[in-house]
Nanobody, 125 residues
Framework: QLQLVESGGGLVQAGGSPRLACSAS????????LGWFRQAPGKEREFVAA????????YYGDSVKGRFTISRDIAKNTVYLQMSSLKPEDTALYYC??????????????????WGQGTQVTVSS
């Protein structure tokens, strides 16, 4: 069973550049996809970014493309989300998620089997 734990959220000023981390435990990641989603109050959970663990392919949601970067540290079994140029509308609970790499675009939240508890990011203007 895979466990995911996010860290790095908090209160950030607009324009800031925090980095979120998601540490995986329970087994070593291999043919997995690791993704980040976010959910703001009253809104649906939205795809943010994802990466294939073995090949390093990346995908980004349109609202964060060019501002956020997903990366992975294979030795640490950890995936990161480097955020930059934050806006108040980026305020949300950010979740890490994992699934087997079966191809596709990695953007559908229903495709993910494992989820972390989330870390809150609040952007002040």
């Amino acid at each position: 069973q895979l466990q995911l734990v996010e860290s790095g959220g908090g209160l950030v000023q607009a324009g800031g550049s925090p980095r979120l981390a998601c540490s995986a435990s329970g087994r070593t990641l291999s043919s997995d996809v690791l993704g980040w989603f976010r959910q703001a109050p009253g809104k649906e959970r939205e795809f943010v970014a994802a990466t294939s663990w073995s090949g390093g392919r990346t995908y980004y949601g349109d609202s964060v493309k060019g501002r956020f970067t997903i990366s992975r540290d294979i030795a640490k079994n950890t995936v990161y989300l480097q955020m930059s140029s934050l806006k108040p509308e980026d305020t949300a609970l950010y979740y890490c998620a994992a699934r087997w790499d079966l191809g596709g675009t990695y953007t559908g939240r229903g495709q993910y089997d494992y989820w972390g508890q989330g870390t809150q990011v609040t952007v002040s203007s």
